[in-house]
């Protein structure tokens, strides 16, 4: 029964700065009137990736020669809670996704269920926000195979990934990871549901066992650890409001390279 229900599943879906630089940003970040700026240039540069870059236009893809001897991780390195570890020591078996909120059809999904899906593998590079970057070779399921299979309404705007890493000491519920990408850019071609970099199954400090890959977004639009996906038609009411665990701490929602 399980295996018909895969097969079903699987036929319905077929910039660096210096620390000087950085320490004035902070500064002028406390700023209302230069805030409202950066909130200007964040929808000029999101209306111009939209003019120019299309929805469908691909992120730069690099050659075996390319890949980086050791990939370097970004974030969270272990979630660590004890939910996680028991996940960890059971390699993953119980660990669902849940595709809820804004679809026709509402989806939890093993991590046999996504690799069943037609995998795309990518070399790509990975910009990081904190100024450094690294190409290394991706394998996963095209998330838009999932969103198909979940059949969004109309009214969905945008994608919130729900994450198992806590970003307070205590592990508070409110405070765990999530991000959110427009419904286009999670429906990209290179939008992946990626469970191997480099050839082998993620390992922890890369988000095991599944992570989103936008290759045209930095790194903190690439949420690790993810167990939910929620279509919605905004976001001002989860976590924050700003459509991210580090957009409510400042950042740009916009994240596009």
Not at 29 to 57: C, M, R, Y
Not at 70 to 88: E, I, S, W
Request: net charge negative; hydrophobic share 35%; proline share 7%.
């Amino acid at each position: 029964m399980a295996e018909q229900n895969r097969r079903g599943f699987v036929g319905r879906a077929v910039a660096g700065a210096s620390t000087l630089m950085l320490s004035g940003c902070y500064d002028l970040s406390q700023k209302p009137w230069f805030t409202n700026i950066l909130g200007k240039v964040e929808d000029l540069t999101h209306a111009a990736q939209h003019i120019f870059a299309g929805p469908h236009t691909l992120a730069p893809e690099f050659t075996k020669a390319d890949i980086a001897p050791m990939f370097r991780a970004n974030g969270t390195l272990d979630p660590g809670t004890d939910d996680y570890k028991a996940h960890v020591v059971s390699n993953f078996r119980n660990w669902r996704i849940t595709v809820k909120g804004l679809v026709e059809n509402p989806l939890s999904l093993s991590m046999d269920d996504i690799r069943a899906l037609p995998p795309r593998t990518q070399i790509t590079r990975h910009d990081c926000v904190e100024g450094w970057s690294c190409i290394g070779e991706w394998t996963g399921a095209p998330l838009a195979l999932v969103l198909a299979a979940a059949k969004p309404k109309p009214e969905a705007r945008y994608a919130v990934f729900y994450c198992a890493d806590p970003m307070t000491v205590e592990g508070d519920p409110e405070h765990f990871y999530y991000e959110s990408l427009e419904l286009s850019e999670a429906g990209h071609p290179q939008t992946l549901l990626a469970y191997r970099l480099n050839g082998e199954p993620l390992g922890v400090e890369h988000g095991a066992p599944v992570r989103i890959r936008a290759e045209r977004q930095l790194g903190y639009k690439q949420p690790k650890y993810v167990h939910g996906i929620e279509l919605v038609s905004d976001f001002s009411k989860i976590g924050g409001g700003k459509g991210g665990y580090w957009e409510d701490q400042g950042y740009t929602w916009y994240g596009g390279i």
